[in-house]
């Protein structure tokens, strides 16, 4: 039951992480758009991966009260996190850092991998509980985003081939799988790492109790007289 647990405090996570950094996206990119429409359109997509990411913080909420509060705070939700996962790249946004028509090729492809990555989700929760059809309602928005940026390309860049749409998902792809073996990666060095933390600070303390600290008390004493040389 810890496992399985274990593996839905993970997914809510870092879905959560993923929602958010993609409604900093489209806010930002609502933010730099200097066509109405886009405007407009950057603000609802905004708008939809705020309340997905509300709608994982609500799961992760739920399945945290029903585990032990060490592995709760394993999974807690923290904002730099959307920067130190890669959510969201520490050089700034994507809107600032690529050409429009790349960073619409991202939504296209991004949308429809969340959608597939939601019908993970959907098997993890079971599609007819309450948390299903919230995956249900998400997986709708994702696929509505993709299509807003398939005409946006249709309308905008007629002569793009299929191919380079590919590629495209090919190269977000990639990017997916490195984010979640980083993630794998690191959950794995915590594993082997945090006993050897524990280890130095046992020998450290075991050290200290052999120490003189007399020296070290200050009290009642003018510390205009303290030796410069003294580390305190």
């Known amino acids: 039951m810890k496992n399985q647990y274990d593996r839905y405090l993970n997914v809510m996570t870092e879905t959560a992480y993923a929602e958010h950094g993609s409604a900093l996206e489209m806010l930002t990119a609502c933010k730099n758009a200097d066509k ?7 603000f609802h997509h905004a708008k939809d991966e705020y309340n997905h990411t509300e709608t994982f913080l609500s799961l992760l909420s739920k399945y945290g009260k029903k585990v032990s509060p060490e592995l709760a705070r394993k999974y807690r939700f923290s904002i ?7 959510y969201v790249s520490s050089k700034g946004y994507l809107i600032e850092t690529m050409k429009i ?11 429809l991998l969340a959608k597939e990555s939601f019908e993970g989700i959907l098997k993890l929760v079971k599609p007819n509980t309450n ?5 249900k309602q998400i997986m709708t928005d994702e ?9 946006y390309f249709l309308k905008y860049y007629p002569r793009l081939q ?27 060095l915590d594993k082997i790492l ?4 524990k280890l ?6 075991s050290i200290s109790n052999f120490l003189d600290l007399k020296e070290f008390d200050r009290k009642g004493k003018n510390l205009m007289e303290v030796s410069p040389k003294s580390i305190i």
């Open 36 to 42: 109405q429409g886009l405007c407009f359109g950057y």
């Open 80 to 86: 730099q996190g959307i920067i130190n996962k890669g």
């Open 162 to 188: 299929p191919w380079q749409l590919r590629a495209y998902r090919l190269r977000e792809t990639i990017k997916n799988k490195g984010r979640k073996l980083y993630d794998k990666n690191l959950r794995f």
């Open 200 to 205: 130095m600070a046992y020998i450290a303390a």
């Open 143 to 151: 696929l509505r985003h993709h299509g807003l940026a398939e005409k």
């Open 101 to 111: 028509k790349d960073f619409i090729a991202y939504v296209y492809t991004n949308e």
């Open 131 to 135: 948390e299903g059809k919230a995956i």
């Open 194 to 197: 945090s006993p050897l933390y």
